[in-house]
T-cell receptor, first 108, second 117 residues
Framework: DAKTTQPNSMESNEEEPVHLPCNHS???????IHWYRQLPSQGPEYVIH???SNVNNRMASLAIAEDRKSSTLILHRATLRDAAVYYC?????????FGSGTKLNVKP | DTGVSQNPRHKITKRGQNVTFRCDPI?????LYWYRQTLGQGPEFLTY????????KSRLLSDRFSAERPKGSFSTLEIQRTEQGDSAMYLC???????????????FGPGTRLLVL
């Protein structure tokens, strides 16, 4: 199965770090890992992507396991605006394989 | 705003009717994608275009579904003889083709929510 596996939901306190896990045990050597998030009534928006090395950008960090069978999206300081469904995606060239996503709830 | 736009945002129709959705991608993007998203699930790929050529179709795209991108700009997705199972969010995304193995970032529109009664 090309889809990824994520927990259905997670909860975090505002201003605290959040670690969102993803399992992609059948990933091939050339597949990239992307993370998108989806706010209510909106389309998914890009968060970060990587291949083998850990990646950082202004929104988040992506930690990829050495065997590439799992990854973790890290939000360093969760805000209320980060409450969304987070999707971990495998991509083969330009084809995206979405999982069911993790609904992140951020408590004030 | 130069993002991806979709029209209409909502559509309610009766079973058996035909519906058509429109997607306007980001102007310089040559790739355009259609996805379907049902409640509680992630988007599922339906089809994609590079310029005006439809390069791939998912097995989810039954013969009642047809997509076009006649001039390589906007795209339409038509569903004929709608069924209740077609009720879903239909998402459009666009991207710029990259060289080599650099992955593309897909930019999504807000979607069209279809309800078939």
């Amino acid at each position: 199965d090309a889809k990824t596996t994520q927990p259905n939901s997670m909860e975090s306190n505002e201003e605290e770090p959040v670690h969102l896990p993803c399992n992609h045990s059948t990933i091939s050597g050339t597949d990239y890992i992307h993370w998108y998030r989806q706010l209510p009534s909106q389309g998914p928006e890009y968060v970060i992507h990587g291949l083998t090395s850990n990646v950082n950008n202004r929104m988040a960090s992506l930690a990829i396991a050495e065997d590439r069978k799992s990854s973790t999206l890290i939000l360093h300081r969760a805000t209320l605006r980060d409450a969304a469904v987070y999707y971990c995606i495998r991509s083969n060239f330009n084809k995206f394989y979405f999982g069911s996503g993790t609904k992140l709830n951020v408590k004030p | 705003d130069t993002g991806v736009s979709q029209n209409p945002r909502h559509k309610i129709t009766k079973r058996g009717q035909n519906v058509t959705f429109r997607c306007d991608p980001i102007s310089e993007h040559n790739r355009l994608y259609w996805y379907r998203q049902t409640l509680g699930q992630g988007p599922e790929f339906l089809t994609y275009f590079q310029n005006e050529a439809q390069l791939e179709k998912s097995r989810l795209l039954s013969d009642r579904f047809s997509a076009e991108r006649p001039k390589g700009s906007f795209s339409t997705l038509e569903i004929q003889r709608t069924e209740q199972g077609d009720s879903a969010m239909y998402l459009c995304a666009s991207s710029s083709r990259t060289s080599g193995r650099i992955p593309e970032t897909q930019y999504f529109g807000p979607g069209t929510r279809l309800l078939v009664l």
